[in-house]
């Protein structure tokens, strides 16, 4: 299994380069250079398997043996996983009219990114132990990655995390699950901005070549792969739990709906698709509505500004793994990918050709949910199943109400957080709720972090910060230590 970039200009780079990477060198985002296909017999095979067993057989299709053997890579997803709060890891909450939500939130910090980041997390773990090597993951956070990332890579000493979040733009919960963390390994700063100001300056570090293999630079977002490839078996599993596969008969139709900011969930669940998995898709996105414009108008463009919603994790104006959804749109045409991207990152603005937009829209389907109807459906939810649901969840879900069931393809809906971490927004929808003990005792807990103030050259001047800030704290990688 060899990986390229979706830009063009790299090609034949192993799962441990693109796991010690942020972006291409060229710019673009790592992608196999082929997918692997799932038989009917394969995906029958899997119907008994638990959510971490699926985790390993997913993973075992990008990752060879020659690089982490069949045997590790069973430790040390086993370990990565052991510790969420559920058995099953995940869990399918099953309520009234056909309403299935995928709980992916029973993680340290409450929310889905715990599971890859946490497999991922020991991936890099297990290369740099063996290797005797140390690394620096830069994040940028909308609010929940910063946080799993803290929390998944807390105390290794191999390891430093650096993470930026915008000030006043996440929750409570979000911020003291980064801000609370006093690791030395730990680094947290407090942006004015919003995530997808903060992605500018971070893309100008991962660009730089030399500090990136000088000092092991490397990203946790959904940059890397290996978030999006864990993520594939979020969709495996719902797929065993709720389809009805049976051996020697078709695999049936199967519906997933997912709250989108980033988009890395719903890039996941379109290679599932292309793997062999008889999938259609729903991206249901806020009032921040570029990927529901893109795919039903062309419009691949942002508005001036971020809007700041109840859903603040999805309040992002650069779904940055769209790229990789055009990739794989466009059958691997990196240079009608790099031709897009670029004009996008230039001028914030792109309009599809019509037969790209005609294609994006048969595999795609989107919606969009201002904040009255995130309220409406918790409450809607609330009223018919006593469940309380997250704002971001809600924003799937408000499809369930508005889009009526298809006889015979059944359905899920992604919940990509825990209520917990949305206090504000289930009181505004004036549901009674408790949160957890481990939510409630952040408040109390000494807070570490620094500011990154506005400016007039922000942009620069939170590069130039962050630069000198890997510079002066952390020891360059021996020389000649290949991360790339």
Known sequence: MRFCSTRGGVRGWDFRDVLFSGYAPDGGMFMPETLPQLSPETLQSWRELSYTQLVVEVSALFVPDQLIPREDLQVLVSDALAGFSVPEVVRIARLKDGLSILELFHGDTLAFKDLAMTCTVHFINYFLQKENRRAIVLVGTSGDTGGSAIHCAKGLSELDVLVVFPRGRVTPVQEKHMTTCLEDNIHVFAADGSSDNIDQPLRRLFADQKLVTSHGLMSLNSVNWSRVMVQIAHFVYAYMQLSGVERGLELPEFEVVVPTGGAGNITAAYMLKLMGLPLKLVAMVNANDIVHRTVTKGDFSMTSDVTQTLAPAIDIQDPYNIERIFWLLLDSDG?????????????????????????LSEVLLTGTVGDEEILETMRRCWEENQYVMCPHTAVAVWHQYHHPHTAGINRCYVATASPAKFQEAVEKAGLPFDPPEAVLALESLPTRYQNLERSQNWCEDWEDRLRAWIHIQMFPVPQGARFL
């Open 335 to 359: 240079s009608s990918v790099k031709k897009i991207m670029e004009e996008f990152q230039r001028s914030h603005r792109h309009s599809l050709l019509e037969n790209h937009r005609r294609l």
